[in-house]
């Protein structure tokens, strides 16, 4: 199926951008907070089919240094059809001439990064707002 592909949030309905989240299954975001993150985000992609938002993604770049893609969901009806694929390699060519690309992948998932080219970071460090839970959930580690 053919897809139209936007570049800017003018347009966007930000509750459907949550509902989007809440479905992907990647968390519940608020319609505001989503507004938020991606109006500040250098690059965004935002996939329709038939005027429904199936897919979206964003990065966040210094215009020559870094690029950090995030907040990358797919509708799950859509899944499993490469349209994650495309969305990040879209992100990608739009990061293009940054000396580093990164991306914040949820444990489980870093294979299909690395068929994306990602490699896994060395010396990746964070600060979560909770940081036990994130120890919890396995996001990052109290260890050396």
Not at 37 to 48: A, E, G, L, M, T
Not at 90 to 97: N, T
């Amino acid at each position: 199926m053919d897809h139209s592909w936007v570049y800017e949030d003018s347009a966007v309905d930000w509750g459907e951008l949550s509902e989007l989240y809440r479905k992907a299954p990647l968390g519940v975001k608020s319609p505001k907070d989503l507004e938020t993150v991606f109006s500040n985000s250098r690059f965004k992609c935002f996939v329709y089919e038939n005027d429904e938002l199936v897919g979206v993604g964003r990065a966040l770049a210094d215009g020559l240094d870094c690029s950090y893609i995030a907040d990358v969901a797919v509708h799950p009806d859509f899944q499993g059809r490469g349209l994650g694929k495309a969305i990040i390699r879209r992100l990608v060519e739009l990061s293009d001439g940054h000396k580093k690309i990164l991306l914040y992948a949820n444990p489980g998932t870093e294979g299909f990064y690395r068929t994306l080219g990602f490699y896994r970071m060395n010396t990746a460090m964070a600060i979560w707002q909770n940081q036990e839970q994130a120890v919890s959930d396995g996001l990052i580690r109290d260890t050396e």
